[in-house]
């Protein structure tokens, strides 16, 4: 019994080994002075999207922090929801509660605006993902509805999977396959335009992050209690669990390191933290630069498999150092 002990006493300090080695290579730069509610990089990196606390919207050149591109507030949704860069950031999408406003980019003019419902009338839009091939998009909602509309023959195929707000939507690398994940704890797997799901997994409580890899082999899910798994996409199967000493842990944003064997992930409170998605097990978890409190992650973006850019809800761009770990 006491060989037991002493074997999982190691491991555990092997497990927190790295959580006293400094990886993060300090604030690169604040974007304003107001704070960031919604941020996203592009599929690339080298552009980067901030809606403020005024309501106004920013996009910003990565490299140099340089604003390219202003969206008045007057000419903003009263809300906004979301916003969502095309895969060649040619196109911008700015999310109302039941409108889509389309910008392009390179002109930095208004396009178009198309209208989005739900099955219920009070629905509202919680989650939109726009194909990388640009002709098709997922519109979800806060009843459950899901909306998968062609672009260019102007067909929607909506249906209601879910019970809850659909918080997250994925497509894969070919735009032919969606992920959907809801505040009922269901995730699915469905080939565009069909009802009928590949697999679905359930959940006790409502899933709080989702994260898939670039070549769409793997996900990873958290719901808001203790479910926190890496699965196949082949089948849903699991692959392996997170393991960690606390009873829970909530997890907000997640991002698979790709050409590793690496997860990074966001707490609800000013923390990064790294695992093994092979074991499952915690590297270490890093405290964030922070200007005010409770400030967290909003997204994440790794250019190499030994670079992390994180941009935290107080504007902050701050750079972590990967290759002080034992990359996989």
Known sequence: MLFRLFIFIATLLLVGC????????????????????????????????????????????????????????????????????????S????????ELQFWSLPKQKFVTKVSFNGVSGYA????????????KIVVAMSDGTVNM??????VNNQFAPHTRPVMHVQW????????????????????FGSPEPVFTKEFNHRVTSLAVRRDFSEFFVSDALDNQVIATLLDGADKSELKYMARFKVFRKALFIEQSAYLATSSSKSHLTIWDTKSGNEIGTWQIDTLNAGATIVDMYAPSR?????????????EWALNMLAIK
């Open 18 to 89: 790295d959580e006293d080695v400094a990886l993060s290579k300090g604030t690169l730069d604040q974007l304003g002075n107001s704070g960031v509610l919604i941020g996203h990089f592009s599929a690339d990196g080298s552009k980067l999207v901030t809606v403020d606390g005024t309501n106004v919207l920013h996009v910003w050149e990565t490299s140099n922090r340089v604003r390219e591109f202003t969206v008045p507030k007057d000419k903003m949704p009263d809300l906004v929801r979301e916003v969502v860069i095309s895969q060649d950031n």
């Open 91 to 98: 196109m911008l999408i700015v999310v109302g509660d039941n």
């Open 124 to 135: 509202y839009i919680t989650s939109v993902a726009l194909a990388p091939t640009m002709d």
């Open 149 to 154: 509309a062609n672009l260019h023959t102007q």
């Open 172 to 191: 894969d690398d070919k735009g032919e396959m969606v992920m959907t994940a809801a505040q009922d704890g269901k995730l699915a797997l469905w080939q």
């Open 306 to 318: 030994e670079k992390l850019v994180t941009l935290s809800s107080d504007g902050l761009l701050e």
